[in-house]
């Protein structure tokens, strides 16, 4: 599905990855850890096709990312910053999003069925997002990101502004498209969040992939 060759990314002199080789597969489920600072969302913005690698190639289905339109890849392959960005006023504004870009109509359905399996039932796609608590923007944008099923879903910390009920609410819909065959990379600082459904783990640190663990 995914094949980082050598990958590197050098800024202002200084080198924020290095050499990192990595293969993805169809389904997986990769956590990815490492300290502050090592290169983590970095790494995930160059497989989000948001940045370029200054070294390497990234292959996605087997062919360069260089060969695919951008906006064409960004519809397989889904980043989910680090920071909460909504747009707009609505709810409604938010998750209509994925729909405008790809000229299809938008499913409110969809769209209803993912706020309640966010844990966000109460409110109307119509509501203002401007009075929702921080981890509650932070579920609408899970919640954008999944109205269309992506080839690979890069996730930043995803439930970095949620207590322990709700991570694990998002972590059973993240998983459950992860059977559908969505390969996963998720930057976690949650040791039990890593090791709960992952199928490996890697570890960053000072830009380099230093670690890799099999887990069965
Ligand atoms: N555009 C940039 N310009 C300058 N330095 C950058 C840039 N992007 C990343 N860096 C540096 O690269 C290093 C890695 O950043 P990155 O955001 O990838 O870390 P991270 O592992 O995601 O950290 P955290 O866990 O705190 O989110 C940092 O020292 C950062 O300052
Ligand atoms: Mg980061």
């Known amino acids: 599905m995914l094949e980082l060759k050598n990958v590197g990314y ?16 169809r ?40 060969a695919y339109k951008p906006e064409a890849l960004r519809l397989q392959v889904s980043y989910l910053s680090q920071s909460i960005e909504l747009f707009g006023e609505t709810i409604a504004d938010n998750l209509a999003f994925p729909s405008i870009v790809r000229k299809d109509t938008f499913n409110q359905e969809q769209a209803k069925t993912l706020m309640a399996k966010v844990g966000l039932h109460q409110y109307h796609l119509s509501d203002s997002i401007h009075r929702m608590s921080g981890g509650e923007k932070q579920r609408v944008t899970i919640a954008r990101q999944l109205m269309y099923r992506p080839d690979v879903l890069l996730l930043d910390e995803a439930t970095s502004a949620l207590d322990d009920e709700n991570s694990v609410r998002i972590e059973k819909i993240i998983f459950d498209i992860v059977k559908k065959g969505t390969a996963v990379l998720w930057i976690t600082h949650n040791d039990a969040q890593s090791h709960r459904y992952f199928d490996r783990r890697i570890v960053i640190k000072n830009g380099r992939l230093v670690e890799e663990c099999d887990k069965s």
């Open 10 to 25: 050098c800024i202002d002199d200084k080198r924020v990855i290095d050499a990192i080789s990595l293969s993805v597969a």
């Open 27 to 66: 389904g997986e489920a990769i956590a990815v850890t490492g300290p502050s600072g090592s290169g983590k969302s970095t790494l995930l913005r160059m497989i989000g096709d948001l940045i370029s690698p200054t070294e390497g190639e990234i292959y996605f289905k087997g062919k360069r990312y260089d």
